[in-house]
């Protein structure tokens, strides 16, 4: 069983409907969301993956018929990746890597691209082979699993949600960051930063929630933290998204430009495909 149990969306829960309407013994398909692929039996209107693990032809017409969820199926036990408290966290299919949506609010850039090829392209911006690189608001980790990918050699890694962390548990594409050159930190970035030695990162990723979610992840007050615990010629990639234009045509990333430059930072440049900024100490 992959260690992570299996995963399915709708459009391969209809593939396999659709051998099993042809009568056939046997469907290759992917179980961890395009990370591989294998092949399975169809018995007796059954998909069988392991010993313990089967799915009924009823179990996936229930998962054909929920677009956009991932179901999860471990120990026999078939739950979608999602979770409704104080929001409503899923996790959502794309072409490969899921991404993180919060109340309706997608925690990645999407349109044109994998959640994970993006993150991946933020990293770039900033990490160097050989850095110390702090992650702040980590998510399902993949600017962290970039990171250690262009090289780096630690990575602390900070989310605040107990509820994404337990997520991405399940998510295939998270499992890179379950390692030892990885530090998984469970805190509220806003107040962790302040206690982290000064000059003690080479780049940061700083990939917040929106404004509207976490607003002072955006003020003059963290960026100087940032800039504190970067060492001489750090680098920062943020991601600030773009929102609305505001009052007499300054954009939202213009805004957080200015407070970047006030906070000490140098070389604060916009990189507008990535809805972001790079910043240098």
Request: hydrophobic share 40%; net charge neutral.
């Amino acid at each position: 069983m992959h260690k992570t149990g299996y995963c399915f969306h709708a459009a391969i829960a209809r593939q396999v409907l659709d051998a099993m309407a042809r009568d056939e013994d046997s469907i290759d398909i992917s179980v961890d969301l395009n990370l591989s692929c294998g092949t399975f039996a169809l018995c007796h209107d059954e998909l069988i993956l392991d010993a313990d693990n089967r799915l009924s032809m009823e179990e996936l017409q229930q998962i054909a018929g929920k677009a956009n969820r991932i179901f999860h199926l471990q120990h026999g036990l078939l739950q979608v990746l999602e979770v409704r408290g104080e929001g409503y966290y899923k996790l959502v299919p794309t072409d490969q890597a899921p991404l993180l949506e919060i109340s309706g609010v997608k925690m990645h850039i999407s349109k044109g691209i994998n959640p994970f090829e993006s993150a991946g392209q933020m990293a770039a911006q900033v990490v160097k082979k050989g850095d110390r690189v702090l992650d702040t608001c980590s998510g399902l980790g993949y600017a962290a699993s970039a990171a250690l990918k262009l090289g780096a050699r630690e990575v602390i890694s900070v989310e605040k949600s107990a509820t994404v962390m337990a997520l991405r548990t399940k998510n295939p594409w998270s499992q890179r960051i379950f390692g030892a050159d990885i530090q998984l930190v469970h805190a509220d970035i806003y107040d962790y930063i302040r206690e982290l030695t000064t000059e003690s990162f080479d780049s940061v990723i700083h990939d917040p929630p929106r404004f509207s979610l976490a607003g002072e992840l955006y003020g003059e007050g963290f960026y100087r933290e940032i800039h504190r615990v970067l060492k001489k010629r750090g680098r920062l990639f943020h991601y600030t998204g773009n929102p609305q234009l505001l009052n007499r045509g300054s954009s939202f990333m213009d805004h957080a430009a200015q407070r970047l430059r006030a906070s000490g930072f140098a070389k604060v440049a916009k990189v507008a495909e990535l809805m972001g900024i790079t910043a240098y100490k």
